[in-house]
């Protein structure tokens, strides 16, 4: 059974820096490609970066590209997004997301497994 747990969503000022982490287990990064999506109140989920499978191609949102970086520990099964240059628009629910056998998408509707979320909140 696919179980992904988030953690390190937290309040900071603009300009801060955070780390999210995304545990995942019954999946192996060499079979999965893995998101990070957020949503904020009253927004639609939102895609904001990606990594495929065995940790291949990486794609992120233009509102985050050179502040936000993916990564994952393949012997930790942990995927992480560190986030810095904080800005308030930034706050949302951050969730990690699989998808299995897929190539990298930013569609949420093509990811199979799903977080349960983490809180980011910027304040200025």
């Known amino acids: 059974q696919v179980q992904l747990v988030e953690s390190g969503g937290g309040v900071v000022q603009a300009g801060g820096s955070l780390r999210l982490s995304c545990a995942a287990s019954?999946?192996?990064?060499?079979?999965?490609?893995m998101g990070w999506f957020r949503q904020a109140p009253g927004n639609e989920r939102e895609f904001v970066a990606a990594?495929?499978?065995?940790?291949?191609?990486?794609v992120y949102a233009d509102s985050v590209k050179d502040r936000f970086t993916i990564s994952q520990d393949n012997v930790k099964n942990t995927m992480y997004l560190q986030m810095n240059s904080l800005k308030p628009t930034d706050t949302a629910v951050y969730y990690c997301?699989?998808?299995?056998?897929?190539?990298?998408?930013?569609?949420?509707?093509?990811?199979?497994?799903w977080g349960q979320g983490t809180q980011v909140t910027c304040s200025s």
């Open positions: 990594i495929g499978w065995n940790g291949g191609r990486i």
């Open positions: 019954g999946l192996s990064f060499r079979l999965y490609t």
């Open positions: 997301a699989a998808r299995r056998y897929g190539v990298v998408a930013s569609s949420a509707r093509d990811y199979n497994y």
